[in-house]
């Protein structure tokens, strides 16, 4: 497998063209971005961490069922992917309340929710990927009434896979998002799994460690990535 030319630059990752039209790599930056681009930093080593933590993740989702873009990791920021075609919707699963919803509705940080609430924001940056509804998806045919379906029920079962996964980490899955793509006929589940993409709060003290720590400048964010990739590799 040999490395071309490079083919997108993303807020967080770049994607590079290989010899193979179906595979390509993902390249991890430590740049990072909040409230849409509009708080911009870096953090130190954040791409090796987003990249080791997210192998291990669809290693492991991979072993339970789901199917994923992951081929191989490369090196430390570096992935080689299936070439999905991204469904152009961010599917979020929130366990506590944090974030955005706690804006939206007025709820208390770390309320418990009775189920897990499932959304979906339309990639657009320019609108600041604004949550919609399956009437949205449907009517702008963001995606057919099966792949939404599809999309759920990976959701729901990832949910239950990496709040085990993190649980054993003494870490308390609050929130994620994910990405899924269209490769060879099928939804993989696709993009990245790592603190920029989760809530993950200690059990017990309640200490964050994910991009928190960046959106809302509370220090040490380094250590906090990689006291997450230090207990993901254990
Ligand atoms: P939110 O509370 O800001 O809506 O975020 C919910 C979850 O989704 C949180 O774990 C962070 C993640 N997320 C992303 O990965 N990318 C994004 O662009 C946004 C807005 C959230
Ligand atoms: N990733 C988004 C941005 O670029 C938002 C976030 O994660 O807070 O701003």
Same mark, same amino acid.
């Not at 599917?91 to 770390?110: D, F, H, Q, T, Y």
């Not at 045919?141 to 029920?153: G, H």
């Not at 059990?203 to 040490?220: Q, S």
């Given at each position: 497998?040999?490395?071309?030319?490079?083919?997108?630059?993303?807020?967080?990752?770049?994607?590079?063209?290989?010899?193979?039209?179906?595979?390509?790599?993902?390249?991890?930056?430590?740049?990072?971005?909040?409230?849409?681009?509009?708080?911009?930093?870096?953090?130190?080593?954040?791409?090796?961490?987003? $990249?080791?933590?997210?192998? +291990?993740? %669809?290693?492991? =989702?991979?072993? *339970?069922? /789901?199917?994923?873009?992951?081929?191989?990791?490369?090196?430390?920021?570096?992935?080689?992917?299936?070439?999905?075609?991204?469904?152009?919707?961010?599917?979020?699963?929130?366990?506590?309340?944090?974030?955005?919803?706690?804006?939206?509705?007025?709820?208390?940080?770390?309320?418990?929710?009775?189920?897990?609430?499932?959304?979906?924001?339309?990639?657009?940056?320019?609108?600041?990927?604004?949550?919609?509804?399956?009437?949205?998806?449907?009517?702008?045919?963001?995606?057919?009434?099966?792949?939404?379906?599809?999309?759920?029920?990976?959701?729901?079962?990832? $949910?239950?896979?990496?709040? +085990?996964? %993190?649980?054993? =980490?003494?870490? *308390?899955? /609050?929130?994620?998002?994910?990405?899924?793509?269209?490769?060879?006929?099928?939804?993989?589940?696709?993009?990245?799994?790592?603190?920029?993409?989760?809530?993950?709060?200690?059990?017990?003290?309640?200490?964050?460690?994910?991009?928190?720590?960046?959106?809302?400048?509370?220090?040490?964010?380094?250590?906090?990535?990689?006291?997450?990739?230090?207990?993901?590799?254990?």
């Amino acid at each position: 497998m040999e490395k071309r030319e490079r083919i997108f630059e993303g807020k967080t990752k770049i994607v590079y063209r290989t010899d193979d039209p179906d595979l390509i790599i993902q390249y991890f930056k430590d740049d990072a971005t909040a409230f849409n681009a509009a708080k911009r930093g870096t953090v130190v080593n954040k791409g090796i961490v987003n $990249n080791r933590v997210s192998s +291990r993740v %669809f290693e492991y =989702l991979g072993s *339970e069922g /789901i199917p994923t873009h992951y081929v191989r990791r490369l090196g430390d920021r570096e992935m080689l992917v299936k070439k999905a075609e991204i469904v152009p919707i961010e599917v979020i699963v929130r366990n506590k309340a944090a974030g955005s919803i706690c804006r939206m509705l007025g709820l208390a940080e770390g309320l418990k929710l009775n189920v897990p609430i499932f959304e979906f924001c339309y990639k657009k940056d320019d609108l600041n990927d604004p949550l919609v509804n399956e009437y949205h998806i449907r009517a702008l045919n963001l995606a057919s009434d099966q792949e939404v379906d599809i999309m759920k029920w990976y959701a729901a079962r990832i $949910n239950q896979l990496m709040g +085990r996964f %993190f649980a054993d =980490l003494n870490l *308390e899955l /609050i929130d994620f998002k994910l990405e899924f793509g269209r490769y060879k006929g099928e939804i993989i589940l696709a993009d990245e799994i790592s603190p920029d993409t989760c809530r993950l709060w200690e059990i017990g003290t309640g200490v964050k460690y994910d991009k928190d720590r960046f959106r809302h400048d509370m220090g040490d964010v380094e250590e906090a990535y990689q006291e997450v990739l230090s207990r993901v590799e254990g």
